[in-house]
């Protein structure tokens, strides 16, 4: 028997052994975790730096290590009241049964995370399924092998191995740890990948939550202020140089102003980072292939046409020696450029013109459903418009990505960028059984419906008939 099948054996016999902790364990839990990120953030700092070459640490206190604390905090203010049971109303007919739903806990559940918030990706579904009251298998990404080890460390000195596990390794790990017949899998990483584990979780009949990425659109509408868009968007864009899921891919604007916006952004990335080179709040780019294929992604632009501005006068060797890309904006793009059918998740942002709102919603509802949609406007009724008009897994509206860190509203893809969703009572719900209860009352006329049938059937029917 394989290590890790040993391990899911014996995650799940201790939870029938305790299938249902009750809050108390969960509060403990919650509170070590929350404690030991605390006190190892100096060192998750400086591991996923080396990870990357270079990652900000300020990134990673604030879209990380804050992302998780706020996660636990809301997790440790709410939980108790998930975990009751919930009231629901019964039917006429059915009274004076009544109805209930009760949360369970689903048992072993495993999550595979990806490397560009290594630490993040990897804790807030975990806060989730504790919190839901589940054993849980991580298996984070190969990119970040310093992280996954620490993770590892840190994880097994505050939990037993029956209780959270992370399995570390390649491919060939990951691989199997998706074979594995956990009771819930849930997925963060590209939507090929995805596809792949949600084909190996079918054959155990795994209920999965995928959480993806896709080309997320930013639409610029002639109303919005021009300054602020290009700050928030140049600051989101440009957050661990781009490689988030979340990061506006490409904008739609009104192509008489795609110039003065092009120029905005140079200057402004430009003031965020006067050096990217040395720069020690530049983020690298993760590895050598992604920095390749970056690349490729420009030159292929370039040789079918495309307008390419790059932020700042670094040296170009210097640049690529330690994988940093400054700011680029593509212009002119056309179709058949690969930068316009490939996710980015790097700092190249192309901007197509767009000259109404009805010609931005075609551009978005012809492509796969994105995981974040932004607008950036101050007509409310267009901003309606496309809410109600635009299918995405979420919105900002006016800025970008902070929907996500949102602990009061469900984080997921929909279509080609994801399925179900977490985060707060979402996360929740999705690491738990909510099991439907219907309790028989002693006063039930059911038995007027037992066979052999006969007129008193036939009258109990035509008296339910009429209160339904
Ligand atoms: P990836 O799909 O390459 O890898 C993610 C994880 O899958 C890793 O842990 C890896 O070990 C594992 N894996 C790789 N091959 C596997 C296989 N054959 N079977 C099972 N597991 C396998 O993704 P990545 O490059 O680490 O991350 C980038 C992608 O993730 C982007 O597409 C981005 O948009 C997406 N993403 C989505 C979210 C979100 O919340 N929706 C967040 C971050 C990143």
């Given at each position: 028997?394989?290590?890790?099948?040993?391990?899911?054996?014996?995650q799940?016999?201790a939870f029938?052994g305790a299938p249902n902790i009750g809050w108390a364990t969960r509060k403990a839990n919650l509170k070590k975790l929350g404690?030991?990120?605390?006190?190892?953030?100096?060192?998750?700092?400086?591991?996923?730096?080396?990870?990357?070459?270079?990652?900000?640490?300020?990134?990673?206190?604030?879209?990380?290590?804050?992302?998780?604390?706020?996660?636990i905090?809301?997790a440790l203010?709410?939980t108790p009241?998930w975990m009751?049971?919930?009231?629901?109303?019964?039917?006429?007919?059915?009274?004076?049964?009544?109805?209930?739903?009760?949360?369970q806990p689903?048992?072993?559940?495993?999550?595979?995370?990806?490397?560009?918030?290594?630490?993040?990706?990897?804790?807030?579904?975990l806060i989730?399924a504790l919190g839901a009251g589940n054993r849980v298998?991580?298996?984070?990404?190969?990119?970040?092998?310093?992280?996954?080890?620490?993770?590892?460390?840190?994880?097994?000195?505050i939990f037993s191995?029956d209780e959270v596990?992370?399995?570390?390794?390649?491919?060939?790990?990951?691989?199997?740890?998706?074979?594995?017949?956990?009771?819930?899998?849930?997925?963060?990483?590209?939507?090929?990948?995805?596809?792949?584990?949600?084909?190996?979780?079918?054959?155990?009949?795994?209920?999965?939550?995928?959480?993806?990425?896709?080309?997320?659109?930013?639409?610029?509408?002639?109303?919005?202020?021009?300054?602020?868009?290009?700050?928030?968007?140049?600051?989101?864009?440009?957050?661990?140089?781009?490689?988030?899921?979340?990061?506006?891919?490409?904008?739609?604007?009104?192509?008489?102003?795609?110039?003065?916006?092009?120029?905005?952004?140079?200057?402004?990335?430009?003031?965020?980072?006067?050096?990217?080179?040395?720069?020690?709040?530049?983020?690298?780019?993760?590895?050598?292939?992604?920095?390749?294929?970056?690349?490729?992604?420009?030159?292929?632009?370039?040789?079918?046409?495309?307008?390419?501005?790059?932020?700042?006068?670094?040296?170009?060797?210097?640049?690529?020696?330690?994988?940093?890309?400054?700011?680029?904006?593509?212009?002119?793009?056309?179709?058949?450029?690969?930068?316009?059918?490939?996710?980015?998740?790097?700092?190249?942002?192309?901007?197509?013109?767009?000259?109404?709102?009805?010609?931005?919603?075609?551009?978005?509802?012809?492509?796969?459903?994105?995981?974040?949609?932004?607008?950036?406007?101050?007509?409310?009724?267009?901003?309606?418009?496309?809410?109600?008009?635009?299918?995405?897994?979420?919105?900002?509206?006016?800025?970008?990505?902070?929907?996500?860190?949102?602990?009061?509203?469900?984080?997921?893809?929909?279509?080609?960028?994801?399925?179900?969703?977490?985060?707060?009572?979402?996360?929740f719900?999705?690491f738990s059984?909510?099991?439907?209860?219907?309790?028989?009352?002693?006063?039930?006329?059911?038995?007027?419906?037992?066979?052999?049938?006969?007129?008193?059937?036939?009258?109990?029917?035509?008296?339910?008939?009429?209160?339904?």
């Amino acid at each position: 028997m394989s290590d890790l099948q040993n391990i899911f054996d014996r995650q799940k016999s201790a939870f029938n052994g305790a299938p249902n902790i009750g809050w108390a364990t969960r509060k403990a839990n919650l509170k070590k975790l929350g404690n030991a990120i605390k006190t190892h953030e100096t060192e998750f700092q400086r591991v996923i730096s080396e990870d990357f070459g270079n990652r900000s640490f300020v990134e990673t206190t604030l879209a990380e290590v804050m992302v998780i604390q706020g996660g636990i905090s809301h997790a440790l203010k709410h939980t108790p009241k998930w975990m009751r049971t919930r009231r629901a109303p019964t039917a006429m007919q059915f009274k004076p049964g009544s109805n209930k739903i009760v949360p369970q806990p689903l048992g072993v559940v495993g999550i595979i995370s990806p490397w560009n918030y290594p630490l993040q990706l990897a804790i807030m579904p975990l806060i989730a399924a504790l919190g839901a009251g589940n054993r849980v298998m991580i298996k984070p990404s190969e990119y970040t092998p310093k992280l996954s080890q620490l993770l590892k460390d840190v994880l097994a000195g505050i939990f037993s191995e029956d209780e959270v596990y992370v399995a570390v390794g390649g491919v060939d790990v990951a691989q199997e740890f998706s074979s594995l017949p956990f009771d819930h899998l849930l997925f963060t990483g590209s939507t090929n990948v995805g596809r792949i584990v949600a084909e190996a979780a079918a054959k155990n009949l795994t209920p999965v939550t995928l959480e993806l990425g896709g080309k997320s659109p930013t639409i610029i509408d002639e109303s919005a202020d021009m300054n602020t868009s290009v700050a928030r968007i140049a600051n989101g864009k440009l957050l661990n140089a781009g490689q988030t899921c979340v990061a506006p891919d490409y904008v739609l604007m009104p192509g008489a102003k795609i110039n003065a916006f092009s120029e905005a952004m140079i200057q402004q990335a430009e003031k965020f980072y006067p050096k990217v080179a040395g720069n020690p709040d530049y983020t690298s780019i993760i590895a050598d292939n992604h920095y390749a294929r970056l690349q490729g992604l420009l030159e292929d632009a370039e040789n079918k046409g495309a307008k390419i501005r790059t932020a700042g006068d670094d040296d170009k060797q210097q640049l690529a020696k330690e994988r940093r890309v400054p700011l680029t904006i593509v212009t002119d793009t056309t179709p058949d450029m690969k930068i316009m059918q490939e996710e980015i998740f790097g700092p190249l942002l192309p901007v197509v013109a767009s000259d109404s709102l009805d010609d931005a919603l075609d551009y978005v509802q012809k492509r796969e459903r994105p995981l974040a949609l932004y607008w950036f406007g101050k007509n409310k009724k267009k901003e309606n418009r496309v809410l109600n008009e635009s299918i995405s897994g979420g919105v900002s509206v006016n800025d970008v990505a902070w929907h996500v860190i949102q602990e009061d509203i469900p984080f997921g893809g929909v279509g080609p960028s994801g399925m179900g969703a977490y985060h707060g009572e979402a996360g929740f719900n999705t690491f738990s059984h909510l099991k439907g209860v219907f309790t028989q009352s002693r006063f039930s006329q059911g038995k007027m419906l037992h066979p052999p049938y006969g007129p008193k059937t036939e009258k109990m029917l035509k008296m339910m008939k009429k209160i339904m």
